[in-house]
């Protein structure tokens, strides 16, 4: 069942506004079962939407458009609509008295502009916009659908929630459709594909795998399309175990997590609380915990020792240290762990010292170089990386290596 | 001169994620002059992305891809382009020899895979990649061009402005545009429309104005199109000049500016430090400034006091403090920063105590309250701010209010 979505708007074309209705929709419907073939967007002309409309409808068996349905000049896909599916403009009584209400409550007069919301063609099947002026459009053509909604996110999403699919499942029958993403850490896309080749090889046909690579994880995402049972989503875990027991310390768990989420959870599991000392991170690190709602159970704080005089004053830092080996070495990130972890009475605590570039490279420290230093119970240790030339993915990429670092500690610490 | 943008990738069909890319694309063809039709997105499917080319070659001038050139075997892009232009797979040296050192960097061996990155279409003009592994390609046809660009957001950018835009103005020869952006801050977006019509009511026809809004910032940006002389951009720095006086409190800067750069250019400009102890923004304000190249020159560091443990040992907030206000209070905050800026030894002091969610509100301290703490050579004072209920937009927020606040104190210090 293959399904379109179709997003109207001059702001989207000129790139005022990043399109997050149509992600949400396509979400939704790949849920639901249905296949999405291609999101269009297009400006607020009755040309191209006539061309888009009759373009989805020879391809696709349901259409879903969004935007356009507005009160003003420039809002012209209903009447658009109206003249592709016929019909004539009447009234929609409920939408009327609605309208009526929640703008007197809000003491704006109802002129004739407002009124022009409640009118819909008669072929259409009106969805009723509880939280919003403009009604959502049900059209049917040929046994295939065309479904218009208003743009504003929230409108739009009780409308596709309410209405649209379980219409679109009442109307089309067909079998689910099941993802599932598995996320991975330290690995560059070309070594983990070399790497679980074998894997990905003894696959069934029946599944899709798709590499989802961004600067600081790589995902993969496994699908299986119009399934009839639940024998899939059990082969798509057992297959998901399999590549867990292959990768063990590259594997970092399922969906939304991250390095730091994962990481956060296996310091719930421990009881145990972190510390952290950020040169060359500048708080990018402490920020990564501290953005997820509840990381006062284990975050107690950290320093942001950017100054060789802050890593020595308040970390304690040796000076001889610092002169030695330099404040980017093996020695200071270990010092500044160590000084963190004391400062702060935490059982763990991570730092980081490094070159985020652009200046401050030299033929021995490139650009990119970073130590990550992990404080344990148990005793302490450094890790060197090297990563890229663009400050911004450097910071990112130092403070996902250092909460992975912990990460793997506390993996072996609760075997 | 019309333009449409293809997105490839079954991640972008199925939700996974929001597609930003093609916005930002938008934004920039926009402002170089250049219209947007359509915007387009669809799977790693070979039917589709020949029909997607051929479709817009038929309607536009230009067609920016991006995605879809992974060393993986779902990436089809390049080879599907490669049918469609004809030409032979042959090895770009450059990309080639760049990707092996960049490899070889992290110590990542070089395998096949790598190696087929290289491989490009003879009829193809490369577009050299310096951030990543997929070179860019470039394809005329009958007076149009098909541009193709790595889907991943940071090479794409670097790519677009530094390759495909130049090369767009000087094969298409188009009449110069110009934008200029100022930033604002502090002022809601009707309240700034308010304040400013008599400026707006004022502005030449030839000017377009454009309100551009995010969580910590709006930007105003006035445009002219298709200019033959320097006269417009001299008007435009005029009545900006003229914005600034008219708003000298909001008024942040221009283009890039952020209110953390403007602020760390103005602690340059009076030879002045920072440190920074943050509570409820957790790492995100030092983050803001450390962010940019050369922050070491006024920034020493700061200390992340999430627990009240730490406020209390290392920051010395006095335990009696912390005890009759709370963590979130005036006091609190003014010890914060007190204790920062006698720790670290700046001039300047800041600090963020505060509620961001979505837990710990209370009737009288509901989400989103924070007291930002500033601590100067003059004395100490703090102020109290109420935002929003979202814990991502209140930590952004926050750290904003907190530079904004030194901002201020600076530019007086320096009048």
């Known amino acids: ?49 006539v061309a888009a409309v009759d373009g989805a409808l020879a391809k696709s068996d349901a259409v879903i458009i969004t935007g356009g349905l507005g009160p003003t000049k420039d809002d012209i896909t209903k009447l658009t ?4 599916f016929g019909g004539r403009m009447v009234c929609d009584e409920e939408t009327y008295m609605r309208n009526e209400r929640t703008l007197a409550a809000r003491g704006i007069e109802y002129n004739e502009l407002n009124r022009g919301q409640a009118m ?23 046994g295939k659908v065309v479904v218009s909604l208003p743009g504003v996110p929230f409108e739009m999403k009780e409308l596709m929630t309410a209405e649209v699919l379980p219409r679109l499942l009442a109307y089309f029958k067909q079998g689910k459709v099941v993802h599932r993403t598995a996320i991975t850490f330290g690995l560059a896309e070309s ?45 798509i875990d057992r297959r998901f175990k399999e590549l867990e027991r292959m990768i063990p310390e590259y594997f970092v768990g399922y969906e939304d997590d991250t390095v730091a989420s994962a990481t956060a959870a296996l310091l719930r599991k421990a009881g145990a609380t972190l510390a952290v000392a950020e040169s060359c991170t500048g708080g990018a690190l402490s920020a990564s915990f ?37 404040a980017v070495s093996e020695e200071t990130a270990m010092a500044m762990a160590d000084g963190v972890r004391c400062l702060c009475g935490s059982d763990y605590a991570l730092s980081t010292t490094g070159i985020a570039g652009p200046a401050g490279g030299s033929e021995e420290k490139p650009v990119g170089t970073v130590w990550i230093g992990l404080a344990t119970p148990n005793g302490t240790m ?18 996902a290596a250092a909460a992975n670092m912990l990460r793997l500690e506390l993996v072996s610490a609760l075997r």
């Open 81 to 84: 609509l109206a003249e592709m």
């Open 290 to 326: 501290t953005a997820m709602a509840g990381a006062s159970e284990y975050f107690l704080g950290g320093v942001v020792s950017y100054s060789n005089d802050v890593k020595a004053n308040v970390l304690g830092v040796p000076r001889d240290t610092l002169e030695l080996y330099g």
């Open 120 to 142: 819909v063609p008669d072929t259409a099947t009106v969805l009723q916009n509880l939280h919003g002026t403009a009604p959502g459009m049900w059209f049917e053509r040929d």
């Open 382 to 399: 450094a890790r060197k990386f090297v990563f890229s030339r663009l400050r911004p993915q450097n910071i990112e990429r130092f403070a």
């Open 1 to 49: 069942m293959n399904t379109e979505i179709i997003t109207i708007g001059d702001e989207i074309l000129i790139g005022q506004i990043v399109d997050t209705n149509s992600a949400w929709i396509a979400a939704r419907l790949n849920e639901a079962g249905f296949t999405v073939t291609r999101k269009l967007s297009i400006g607020d002309n009755r040309g191209e939407i």
């Open 191 to 235: 070594v983990l594909a070399a790497t679980i080749a074998s894997w990905e090889d003894a696959l069934p046909e029946y599944l899709h795998l798709a590499y989802l690579p961004s600067p600081s994880q790589i995902r993969l995402r496994l699908s299986a399309y119009d399934i009839k049972s639940d024998s899939e989503e059990t082969e």
